[in-house]
């Protein structure tokens, strides 16, 4: 079986990437396991043995994801600030929670985009 850039083909009615992406599904059997925290990548499928640590070699990019989306946020937050001029306490209740939601949502896109890629790879064609 191999996974396609959409995700695991073996299924069917398989989600897109970003659908796995939320889920946490595994690239192989489609199980919600690839994901032990919020953003940290389990160490194998419980449900097909999986090694998902093996496939994830990318780890060090993920500090240039956050630094975009750090940049992005930043600029989104001075162009608001600049347009609305809302009080400090809006700010920090509205940024707070979207920062740290964006960062989880990059992250876990990104780490499932390079675990099917190297999964994808690591399958004999």
């Not at 850039?5 to 889920?23: F, H, I, M, W």
């Not at 919020?38 to 496939?55: E, F, H, T, V």
């Amino acid at each position: 079986m191999s996974a396609g850039p959409s995700g695991p083909t073996e299924n069917k009615g398989q989600p897109g990437l970003v659908s796995a992406a939320l889920s946490g599904l595994c690239p192989r059997c489609g199980a919600k396991t690839l994901f032990a925290a919020p953003a940290a990548l389990a160490d194998a499928c419980s449900a097909c043995g999986l090694d998902i640590l093996a496939l994830e070699r990318g780890g060090r990019f993920v500090g240039v994801v956050t630094m975009l989306l750090a940049l992005v946020l930043i600029l989104a937050a001075l162009g608001v600030d600049e347009w609305l001029r809302p009080p400090l306490w809006a700010s920090l209740l509205f940024w707070a929670p979207v920062t740290i939601g964006s960062v989880i949502g990059a992250i876990r896109l990104y780490k499932t985009m390079w675990v099917y890629h190297q999964y994808e790879e690591s399958q004999p064609s």
